[in-house]
Structures are given as structure tokens and as C-alpha cells.
């Protein structure tokens, strides 16, 4: 079955940097375009960063792009999101997940890492 194990989340000070990493099974993940996804308290879910397959490209929210880098390793089954400038608003649960060929996410979600910016 699908696994998605989200780590490395913690609390950081304004304009500190974190990496966080998913270890993903139950897929073909050498195939698979990856996403991070993010939900702050009361906020809805939102995409952060996105990669295609080894040799595509990367995309960002406009809200973190500069800021955050996406990254993956198909030899591991993980992707990674390397955090720089961290701001009090970059604060929530972060999500991992693979995308269909519609371009959304799979219907599953694993647990998250909570990133925690004080202000």
C-alpha cells in the first residue's frame, strides 16, 4: 500500500533553514511527479514546490519561490524540500505527495511535519 512518511520539520528561528524529506513506497515513484503541499492553522492546504521526473523541472508558490528548493533521489524513493529565509508565515504542517495524470494528488495523505516559524 501507498506510504508517505514526511521528517525533519522542528522549530526554527526567522531567517533559519530546515530539509525536510518523504520517504515514499507502495508506487512507482521513478515515475511519479512530486509535490510538497503545506496547511498553516485554519488555512487550506496549498502547493508549495513540485518536480517532475528525473529530467524535468521544478515549479514554486510565489510565496516561497527563491526561498525553498525541491529536490528528489528515485535511488532512495524520496524527495526532499530544502527551506532557506524561513518567515513566521512559512509555519504549518507540511505534506509530501505524488501526482496523477491530471496533475492532482493521490487520495492518500500521510501524517506530515509540522514546520514552526515563531514571529
Avoid: H
Avoid at 1 to 23: D, K, N, T
Amino acid at each position: 500500500q501507498v506510504q508517505l512518511v514526511e521528517s525533519g520539520g522542528g522549530l526554527v528561528q526567522p531567517g533559519g533553514s530546515l530539509r525536510l524529506s518523504c520517504a515514499a513506497s507502495g508506487f512507482t515513484f521513478s515515475s511519479s511527479a512530486m509535490t510538497w503541499y503545506r496547511q498553516a492553522p485554519g488555512k487550506e492546504r496549498e502547493l508549495v514546490a513540485s518536480i517532475a521526473i528525473t529530467g524535468g523541472g521544478t515549479g514554486y508558490a510565489k510565496s516561497v519561490k527563491g526561498r525553498f528548493t525541491i529536490s528528489r533521489d528515485d535511488a532512495k524513493n524520496t524527495v526532499y524540500l530544502q527551506m532557506n529565509s524561513l518567515k513566521p508565515e512559512d509555519t504549518a504542517v507540511y505534506f509530501c505527495n505524488a501526482l496523477r495524470t491530471n496533475g492532482m494528488p493521490m487520495n492518500y495523505w500521510g501524517k506530515g511535519t509540522l514546520v514552526t516559524v515563531p514571529s
